[in-house]
């Protein structure tokens, strides 16, 4: 019987995910093993393809790996209700928020310290100064 499907390097090259990274995919159940020729090379059909784009895109938006996997099942199984998927991904946009916020106070707080600088001496440096005292900053989640 002859196989079908692309070899790994080629299922890499149309789904843009690396050759390590697709066979982590299988080792940690996101994708199902595929068949194998009689040479042991792996034949990834254009379904296999379409899931590896669909789990890099996720990764690509910050989704962890488990949240992943419930997604995947969702998009196998989609006569399920999307509430799941939008917990989700409101789980995800909470996370981006918060870590919005934090660069935001990152950002105050480092410009605060170059505007604070004077040029002189290292012993009257501001940004040392802040530096060796986190007490000195005005947001203390950062």
């Known amino acids: 019987m002859k196989l079908s ?13 690396k ?3 697709i066979r982590y995919y299988e080792q940690v159940g996101l994708l199902p093993a595929p068949p194998r020729t009689d040479g042991n ?3 990834y059909e254009a379904a296999d ?6 789990i890099r895109h996720a990764r690509e938006l910050g989704f962890e790996v488990e949240a992943i996997r419930t997604l995947l099942d969702l998009q196998d199984n989609p006569g399920q209700s999307c509430a799941v998927a939008d917990a989700i991904a ?4 909470a ?15 480092l410009q605060r310290m170059a ?3 004077r040029h002189g001496r290292v012993d009257e ?11 000195k900053c005005l947001h203390g989640h950062h």
């Open 125 to 135: 440096c501001r940004v040392i100064e802040i530096l060796a005292d986190h007490d």
């Open 5 to 17: 499907g692309v070899a790994i390097g080629e299922a890499a090259k149309r789904s843009g995910v």
């Open 90 to 93: 409101r789980a995800r946009l």
């Open 115 to 117: 505007e604070g600088c």
């Open 41 to 43: 090379r792996r034949l």
């Open 19 to 21: 050759v390590p990274t």
């Open 95 to 109: 996370e981006v928020e918060q870590r919005i916020a934090s660069l935001q106070a990152l950002k105050a707080e």
């Open 49 to 54: 393809v379409r899931r590896l784009a669909f």
